[in-house]
T-cell receptor, first 114, second 112 residues
Framework: DTEVTQTPKHLVMGMTNKKSLKCEQH?????MYWYKQKAKKPPELMFV???????INESVPSRFSPECPNSSLLNLHLHALQPEDSALYLC?????????????FGPGTRLLVL | DAKTTQPNSMESNEEEPVHLPCNHS???????IHWYRQLPSQGPEYVIH?????VNNRMASLAIAEDRKSSTLILHRATLRDAAVYYC?????????????WGAGTKLIIKP
């Protein structure tokens, strides 16, 4: 199983709502990632978890709050978002293949903030 | 961080080879070269990676210049399913957080 799953596929929320994005992988990968992708741009790294500990926060606003409950799950809690936060949110996990780390991406959650 | 430069878009005919170029003139000795692709409405997908030598796998080949300042992703026989945005990426192998430095991507259009 080389699949990363993300729920929901689509999300519409108001600026006062609280919602969560979920990501799951059962490949035993030790690292998991959240990315944000705007239209026609490459993904931008937001957070990296390594062995369930937050190892990178790329100066992401506090209205985005990541959580890693266990080695298979990664959540992104959203609160008081702005319309400019509308984007595709991608989760990934990684493992070493042929001496180098390879990332596996989920299909993403398309978020619209009204 | 070293950066990559790619053409915005390229067109190719179905069942012909495709050569996607990437420039990375400021690459460091510890940077791996990765290629990922993103099909429409999907997350990115790993294609191939290399350090110094040319590499082949079931999806593609990667040709790396001797000075490592450029590389070329080769799809040997493109199909309509290969239409995607192809990203050339550098990754410092000394970075324990495995961050990817993404290029802007090349949109590959396959004509039937």
């Amino acid at each position: 199983d080389t699949e990363v799953t993300q729920t929901p596929k689509h999300l519409v929320m108001g600026m006062t709502n609280k919602k969560s994005l979920k990501c799951e992988q059962h490949m035993g990968h030790r690292a998991m990632y959240w990315y944000k992708q705007k239209a026609k741009k490459p993904p931008e790294l937001m957070f990296v978890y390594s062995y369930e500990k937050l190892s990178i926060n790329e100066s992401v606003p506090s209205r985005f709050s990541p959580e890693c409950p266990n080695s298979s799950l990664l959540n992104l809690h959203l609160h008081a978002l702005q319309p400019e936060d509308s984007a595709l949110y991608l989760c990934a996990s990684s493992q070493e293949e042929e001496g180098e780390e390879t990332q596996y991406f989920g299909p993403g959650t398309r978020l619209l903030v009204l | 961080d070293a950066k990559t430069t790619q053409p915005n878009s390229m067109e190719s005919n179905e069942e012909e080879p495709v050569h996607l170029p990437c420039n990375h003139s400021t690459i460091s000795g510890t940077d791996y070269i990765h290629w990922y692709r993103q099909l429409p409405s999907q997350g990115p997908e790993y294609v191939i990676h290399g350090l110094t030598s040319n590499v082949n796998n079931r999806m593609a080949s990667l040709a790396i210049a001797e000075d490592r300042k450029s590389s070329t992703l080769i799809l040997h026989r493109a199909t309509l399913r290969d239409a995607a945005v192809y990203y050339c990426i550098l990754r410092d192998r000394l970075d324990s957080n495995y961050q990817l430095i993404w290029g802007a991507g090349t949109k590959l259009i396959i004509k039937p």
